[in-house]
């Protein structure tokens, strides 16, 4: 049974939120074992604010960079049909060579940091044609300035934006914005049992 994706409960927990939606999007509930989600919590939040408290800055990307090596080695081990992979820099970015791309067709999930006033972090859980289908964990009714945001309220168990990809690609400081290419960060994470490859479909292909 696979559970909603949630949003943050602080100003602070976007990361962790987004880290476990999208293990909640790939996994059934009964799948998912608690010390997943121990760890994430235990390791995320790890950033101190400008008054010296410990969280206040969210989750750093050193933080992140270990839990996405943790969960491929905890997938390795055969705790969980997992696979996990961290991108940063240029390797960040869509397009038909795009790993980003790539792993949104084949049924991934990415965990990836933008822009939404400060650095936050999303779940990107499709691609459809120019669209990404987003779940941001910081709730927010709309409507944005942007017409190319679209808000969703019927896919709770997926998305609740539909962005343009072009947006995203954006190199300055606009919402959405995945920023300068050097400073670029994605999680990528797969349930090996449902991730598609060409011998599982021709449409992988397309």
């Excluded at 950033?47 to 969960?71: E, I, P």
């Excluded at 081990?77 to 949104?104: C, H, I, K, Q, W």
């Excluded at 942007?146 to 690609?169: A, F, K, M, Q, W």
Aim: hydrophobic share 35%; net charge negative.
């Amino acid at each position: 049974m696979k559970t909603p994706l949630r949003y943050q409960i602080s100003e602070y927990d976007c990361g962790p939120t987004a880290f476990l939606n999208a293990v909640s999007f790939l996994f059934e509930r009964e799948q998912i074992p608690p010390e997943l989600i121990r760890n994430v919590m235990l390791y995320s939040l790890d950033s101190y604010g400008t008054d010296g408290v410990s969280g206040k800055n969210g989750t750093s990307r050193t933080a992140m960079m270990f839990l996405s090596h943790w969960l491929d080695g905890f997938g390795g081990v055969g705790r969980l049909p997992v696979s996990s992979r961290y991108l940063s820099g240029s390797a960040v970015r869509f397009g038909a060579a795009g790993e980003l791309t790539d792993a949104l067709r084949r049924g991934g999930a990415a965990v990836v940091r933008l822009m939404l006033d400060v650095e936050h972090y999303v779940t990107l859980t499709g691609i459809e044609g120019d669209d990404l289908l987003m779940f941001d964990p910081y709730f927010y009714e709309g409507p944005f300035d942007d017409p190319g945001i679209r808000t969703v309220t019927d896919r709770p168990y997926s998305y609740n934006r539909i962005v343009p990809v072009s947006l995203l690609e954006r190199e300055d400081s606009a919402l959405y914005a995945l920023g300068r290419r050097d400073d670029r960060e994605a999680v990528l994470i797969f349930n090996e049992d449902t991730k598609l490859t060409p011998e599982k479909s021709i449409e992988y292909f397309i």
